[in-house]
């Protein structure tokens, strides 16, 4: 089955700074790739998906990678603000009803 | 627009009472319904899924069960709970156009307390 690797765990930086968070993933079926913002105490929220039929995709401040030779897609923030400091989870899974596998987390910082 | 509702949003329990999380969703149908659960800090483990009314298939061994009696409905339980039963239980959703799955989104989740 599908193994999905997250990386780092933790991850601070100066407010204005870029962030990036790594995933990578085992199961070459796997042709979706959504990543998930959780603030304290509330529920994970869609920010970015990406299909494999594309390498990249942008929505303002927010990017996504991805590399399907290679099994690993990235997030990438720019300009952080505080307000980015949260939970962010990666995921990976195919188009039938298996369900989505996700990476374990990482809690980003952003420091003003 | 989709919808999805859970309630309640708060359950403090003794250990060794009954349990009874539901989750419902508007908007949409023969969605793909899911439960997880967060331990304070930590990932998201999934406990169950559901394909279709009747349909359940459990992905860990626990003293929890899950139904799907109507199409947008799916509700988690358990005869007795446990103190590690303690976690945000959160149920998402997954809508299908023909045979392909679309973006899942998860519901305001049941913090759940056990004593």
């Known amino acids: 089955g599908e193994n999905v690797e997250q990386h780092p765990s933790t991850l601070s930086v100066q407010e204005g700074d870029s962030a990036v968070i790594k995933c990578t993933y085992s199961?070459?079926?796997?042709?979706?790739f959504p990543w998930y913002k959780q603030e304290l105490g509330k529920r994970p929220q869609l920010i970015i998906d990406?299909?494999?039929?594309?390498g990249e995709k942008k929505d303002q401040r927010i990017a996504v990678t991805l590399n399907k030779t290679a099994k690993h897609f990235s997030l990438h923030i720019t300009e952080t603000q505080p307000e980015d400091s949260a939970v962010y989870f990666c995921?990976?899974?195919?188009?039938?009803?298996?369900?989505?596998?996700f990476g374990k987390g990482t809690r980003l910082s952003v420091i003003a | 627009s989709q919808t999805i509702h859970q309630w309640p949003a708060t359950l403090v329990q003794p250990v060794g009472s009954p349990l009874s999380l539901e989750c419902t969703v508007e908007g949409t149908s023969n969605p793909n319904l899911y439960w997880y659960r967060q331990a304070a800090g930590r990932g998201l483990q999934l406990l169950f899924y559901?394909?279709?009314?009747?349909?359940i298939s459990s992905e860990v061994p626990q003293n929890l069960s899950a139904s799907r009696p109507q199409d947008r409905q799916f509700i988690l339980s358990s005869k007795k709970l446990l103190l590690s039963d303690s976690g945000f239980y959160l149920c998402?959703?997954?809508?299908?156009?023909?045979?392909?799955?679309?973006?899942?989104?998860f519901g305001p989740g049941t913090r759940l307390l056990v004593l």
């Open positions: 199961d070459s079926a796997s042709n979706y």
């Open positions: 559901s394909v279709g009314i009747g349909q």
């Open positions: 990406i299909r494999s039929n594309v």
């Open positions: 998402a959703w997954r809508g299908r156009r023909g045979r392909f799955q679309e973006t899942q989104y």
């Open positions: 995921a990976a899974g195919d188009s039938g009803n298996t369900p989505l596998v």
